[in-house]
């Protein structure tokens, strides 16, 4: 497979490296050079998940990874189902929230950690990340157990949710958990002092494993194709598929398989009242504003930076930007929409809730719909149960971990006092 980074074109480079540097120069993304066009869709389609996915991402990552290698990592992270589920005539939900921390992350997480783990060379790997609380879950799941990875974890003490430290401070392993005297913005901020240490950073071969990473966008393309091999085959002529959007990752994965030739119609990008792209596709221009906090706190993004990623598929593809359909909704349409989801019967949270409500006031007759649920109720248990009037259970996999104890170290917000506990 061979990658360029979007700024700069001439730096090429091929999965291995794209997955171990995660960014180009200059912060550019890296884009697949040729995104195969698979002309055996229909019998993809019958297969299950991960065979399929198999040969999906075998398509497109080449032969740099052995087909039996490439099976084995993509039984590794997909152990958990995607499933589609009837909302309202002609609308379905595609689950992505039955993974160990109960959002669509763990599928791009854990085949980052398994690809990661298989390209990695020599040397050893230590994943070092500060977090607010949900991506350090994702990112503690999907490594843990890995043999020479070590993790450790950054996280402001007191400052996430009791239920949010309990799912990934109990793992132990090569999972270190640390909470600091601090603030977020001091977590990172240490996280970046870290990186900036030439020193440190070859000791212990430090990585981010971060969210631009290309493998979780490849991962991401087979969920896409799932949904299509769910619904009833007399509906999946005019599919128009939307997606709950913060730094369009998702998306980006979306227009991927459309690319390969799923039969996708159409595509709407759904935010929250961080509205920069839906502005920009009715005006032309890209004026991002602060951001703003709302309900759907994971689409909190003004400038998503998957965004030049979109645009290089659309070029490429020549397909005219008009085709996507966008819209941002705020908090008060996002409680309506959820408890009106909730009186058809469907339980659901803000994220997919924002891709529910876009998806209905946009689809046409003769189309059939499909929006993102990204993560688990649950997950947002305190808004659900405000504005349901209701009270939700602990699912299985948050109530194993809230039974046991916490492993975390505690530290002061002092560089010298982190260097030398990675170090040691
Ligand atoms: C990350 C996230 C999103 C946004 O996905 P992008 O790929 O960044 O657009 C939506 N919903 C949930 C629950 C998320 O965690």
């Known amino acids: 497979m061979n990658l360029y980074n979007i700024k700069h074109p001439e730096e090429q480079v091929n999965f291995a490296q794209a997955v171990r540097q995660g960014l180009g120069k200059d912060q550019g993304l890296f884009f697949p050079e040729i995104i195969p066009h698979l002309d055996n869709i229909d019998a993809l389609l019958e297969l299950p998940l991960v065979e399929r996915s198999e040969k999906i991402l075998g398509a497109l990552i080449g032969d740099e990874i052995p087909a039996d290698k490439l099976a084995q990592l ?27 921390t109960l ?4 599928f791009g997480g854990r085949f980052m950690a398994q690809a990661l783990a298989a390209v990695r060379g020599d040397g050893k790997i ?18 843990y157990g890995l043999e020479n990875i070590d993790v450790v974890i950054l996280y402001p003490k007191g400052k996430i949710s009791p239920l949010q430290e309990k799912l990934f401070c109990t793992l132990g392993g090569n999972i270190r958990t640390v909470a600091i005297n601090g603030d977020f913005d001091d977590c990172q901020a240490l996280v970046k002092q870290a990186f900036d240490d030439a020193e440190l950073r070859q000791a212990i071969g430090l990585n981010s494993a971060n ?19 769910q619904l009833p085959k007399a509906e999946r002529e005019n599919i128009v598929v939307s997606v709950p959007s913060g730094n369009f990752g998702n998306l980006t994965a979306g227009l991927i398989a459309k690319t390969m030739g799923l039969p996708i119609k159409r595509f709407i990008a759904a935010t929250n009242a961080n509205d920069t792209v839906p502005r920009y596709l009715s005006t032309g221009e890209w004026a991002p504003n602060d951001t703003v906090a709302t309900l759907s706190n994971a689409m909190d993004v003004s400038r998503p930076n998957n965004w030049p990623r979109v645009e290089e598929l659309f070029k490429r593809n020549g397909w005219a930007l008009s085709e996507l359909h966008s819209a941002a909704m705020n908090d008060e349409q996002t409680e309506q929409t959820l408890r009106a989801m909730n009186e058809q019967g469907y339980l659901c949270e803000p994220h997919g809730a924002i891709a529910y ?27 659900v149960e405000r504005i349901l009037s209701t009270e939700l259970p602990l699912p299985e996999a948050l109530d194993k971990h809230n039974k046991l104890p916490l492993l975390s170290d505690e530290m002061d917000n002092d560089f010298a006092t982190l260097k030398a506990y990675l170090l040691k």
């Open 126 to 143: 230590t994943i070092l990340t500060a977090t607010s609380g949900d991506t350090g879950a994702a990112v503690a799941h999907a490594f």
């Open 74 to 100: 993509v039984k590794n992270a997909f152990t958990f189902p995607a499933p589609v589920e009837k909302v309202a005539d002609h609308i379905y939900a595609l689950e992505l929230f039955h993974g160990p």
């Open 211 to 229: 969210s631009i990473n290309i493998s979780r966008l490849l991962a991401q393309v087979c969920y896409y194709f799932e949904a299509v091999a």
């Open 357 to 383: 409500g876009v998806l209905k006031a946009d689809l046409q007759p003769g189309e059939t719909g499909l929006f993102l649920c990204t993560a688990h109720p649950a997950k947002f248990k305190e808004s």
């Open 103 to 106: 959002a669509f992350k763990d």
